[in-house]
C-alpha cells in the first residue's frame, strides 16, 4: 500500500509532525497537544487508525517494540510528503491572506 | 458473584450509533455488558451507572498496546464480537472521543466493507445453488407435490432461513456502506440515536427464523423417529393376517380359501412379500404396505404357477387441504406413466363412499386405483384376478 497523495487529514498531517522525533501512542497524543497549542485533543481511536495507515503506506516505521508499546519515525518519504503538503497549505494560507490585510482596515 | 442477565440483541450489529445508545441505556438500568453474541448480549447486573459505550470497527484483533492507549483516555476495552470491539467510560464532559477525526474513522470501515461485500457474495452464490438444488429436487418425475412431501419440506425451510441470512447480511453490508458515506461527509455518529426505531427490522427477520427453526426442528424429531422406528420395529414390519389398518386388505377382496401370506425364499427379518413401511411428518403421514398371498390349490388364469394375488398400499394422510388436488394429480400421473414404454390413461369413475376415484388399467391380471376421501389419498397397485369394483368395495370399507 503506497501514499497515494493529495491533501492529508489534519490527524495525519500532526502525526507526521510530531514524528520528527520518535515516539509512542500516548506521548505522542500529549505531543500533538503541546504542538497546537491545545487546540487538538487526538483521540487514541484516531491516533491509532492514523498510525496503523500511514505504517502500511511507509510514512513512519516502528524502530522499537517491546511487546506493550511501539516507538514510531517518520521515513524520508513521509518527511517528503509532509513538506510537500506544508508547501501545500502555506499556498492556500497566502492565497487567502488578503483577508487579514482587509481585517486590519 | 453478580448475576448475569441475557437481553435480545434486536440491533443490527452496524447501525453504530444504535447499538451504542442500546448500550448506555442498559447501562442505566444496572445493566453493564459482558459479552456480545449471535442474537443476545450478556449483561452483569450492577447498580445504575451513566454510561458511554463506543464500538471500533476494525477487522484486526485489539492488540495490547490498543487496549492501554485507549485505557489511558478513561476508555476501558469490554468485549470483541467479529469486527466489533467495544469499550466504555463514565460518561463525564472532560471525556476525549476515541475518534477526533471522522475521515480517518470512515478509512477504519473499508477492510470491513470489503469483507462484508466478499461474505455477501458468497451467500448469494449459496442461496443460488440451494435453490436451484430444490427446484430440481422437487421437480423430478414431473411430481412435485409428490416430491415436495417425500423430501421438499426441509429444503424449502432451510431456504428460507438461508433467505433471511443474506437479508441480514446484506442489511449489516448497507449500514456499514451508510455509515462511511456519513463520516466521509462529516456527519459524526449519533451515540444516543433512538435505538427502538431500528430495531423493527432485524425483530420481524429473527422471528420468522425462529419459525423456521421450530419447523426445522419439528420435522428433525419426526425424522429421527423414523430412524429409531426402524431399529425398534415400530415404523417397519411385517404384515399378518391381523394386522389393523385403514386399508382395504387382500382377504376382503379374494375368494380364495387357505390363503398364507407369502414368505421370502430365504427368511429375513423383514418380509419384502408381507411389509408395512410406516413414516410421519409434518406435511403428511404415509404407509407403504405390500401385501402377497400364496394360495397352493389355486394357479393363475393363464399359466400353471400357485395364485400369488398381491396389493401394494401407499397411502398418504395429509396435514395441508391445499396440497389435496396436487398429490391427487401427481399420483395419477406417476401410475399412468410408470411403464417407460407404455403409457397407460386414467379413468375417472364414481364409486359410492369414495370422493374421487381414478382407475388405471395395467394390462392383463393389473390395475391400480388412485382413491381420495376426506384428506385420505391412496395408490392401490393390485395384481390377480379380481375386478377393480372389488378393490373399491374393500377400500371403502377399510376406509370407514
Redo the contacts between chains.
Sequence with gaps: MVYEGGPM????YYVLIALSNPNH??QLMEEIKKLSGGR???????????LT?MQKERLIIVIHDD????TYQITDEGKTVLLQEYHRLKCLVDDGSYLEENAHE | MSKIVKRLRNINLYNIGMFESWLSDMAQEGLLLKRVGYSNCSFQKTEAYKMEYRIEIDSQSMTKERIELYQQYGWAYVCSYRELHIFRAPASEELIEIHTDLKEQSYTLKNVIRKLRICNIALLACLVFIIVDNVVLISIGNTPYLNLLEYGLQSVISTFIMIMVVILTIHQSCDSILLKKMLTKGKPIDHHANWKKGTKLVKAINGIAIIFCVFIFIQLGYQVNHIVGYFNGKGSYNLTMDTKLPIARLADIEESKNPILKEEDIPKKHNFYNEVQKESGLLVNKYEVRETYYVADEVWEDHDEAYTPSLTTNYYELTIPAFMDGVMKDLVYQEENYYFTEEYKAIKVNYEGLDEVYYINGGTGCFTVVVRKGNKILSLNYWGKQEYTKVLSALAIGLK
Excluded: L, N
Design positions: 487529514t489534519e490527524a495525519m501512542g500516548y487538538i485533543a487526538m483521540g487514541p481511536g484516531t491516533m491509532y487508525g492514523v495507515r511487546g506493550r508499546r511501539k
